[in-house]
């Protein structure tokens, strides 16, 4: 999954390079600003485009608000909906603990940055390799070059993690 998302984003990125009609110095370096930020919104697909990403961001905070609080009333009140008091005090929860954070540090690309490669590292490089770890442990079929393998998997996910807080910008 992550791969698809890095090659699509590549893609994207590529194509928008090589088709940008005026000189390439004129495309904005500054990591808040957005892709469509270096277009005309006098172009149809262009608009469209934001339109579309303005429906993303509208649909997908509401999606992860749903998940995170499914798993936290089902692992602490056994139940994924408890009242509608309590989804009202969390959705008021999450919404002012996302303006704070808005507030104090407004780099939203670097919150994204470590939360997502800490994400990643937790469900998409630790907890499959853990787990799958475990059922061959307890069914004795864990093999030396099979732990080696999904070991070596899961600390190139840590290594993700840790290079997330490094800046080679210095170095180069």
Same mark, same amino acid.
């Given at each position: 999954?992550?791969?698809?998302?890095?090659?699509?984003?590549? @893609?994207?990125?590529? !194509?928008?390079? /090589?088709? #940008? %009609?005026?000189?390439?110095?004129? &495309?904005?370096? +500054?990591? *808040?600003?957005?892709?469509?930020?270096?277009?005309?919104?006098?172009?149809?697909?262009?608009?469209?485009?934001?339109?579309?990403?303005?429906?993303?961001?509208?649909?997908?905070?509401?999606?992860?608000?749903?998940?995170?609080?499914?798993?936290?009333?089902?692992?602490?009140?056994?139940?994924?909906?408890?009242?509608?008091?309590?989804?009202?005090?969390?959705?008021?929860?999450?919404? @002012?603990?996302?303006? !704070?954070?808005? /507030?104090? #540090? %407004?780099?939203?690309?670097?919150? &994204?940055?470590? +939360?997502? *490669?800490?994400?990643?590292?937790?469900?998409?490089?630790?907890?499959?390799?853990?787990?799958?770890?475990?059922?061959?442990?307890?069914?004795?079929?864990?093999?030396?070059?099979?732990?080696?393998?999904?070991?070596?998997?899961?600390?190139?996910?840590?290594?993700?993690?840790?290079?997330?807080?490094?800046?080679?910008?210095?170095?180069?």
């Amino acid at each position: 999954s992550s791969g698809i998302n890095a090659e699509y984003g590549g @893609l994207v990125g590529v !194509l928008f390079l /090589i088709t #940008y %009609p005026l000189d390439k110095s004129c &495309i904005a370096d +500054v990591p *808040s600003q957005l892709l469509f930020d270096n277009v005309s919104l006098n172009d149809l697909l262009a608009f469209l485009a934001k339109v579309f990403q303005i429906l993303q961001l509208v649909t997908v905070f509401p999606l992860v608000c749903f998940v995170l609080r499914s798993q936290l009333f089902l692992g602490v009140f056994k139940d994924p909906f408890v009242s509608y008091k309590h989804v009202i005090l969390f959705n008021v929860l999450v919404s @002012l603990l996302c303006i !704070l954070i808005a /507030i104090v #540090y %407004p780099k939203v690309n670097t919150v &994204i940055r470590y +939360v997502g *490669s800490f994400c990643g590292l937790a469900y998409v490089f630790f907890f499959p390799c853990a787990i799958y770890l475990l059922h061959c442990y307890k069914n004795l079929t864990l093999t030396w070059y099979s732990a080696a393998f999904h070991i070596l998997i899961m600390l190139f996910g840590l290594f993700n993690l840790i290079s997330q807080f490094l800046t080679f910008s210095d170095y180069l």
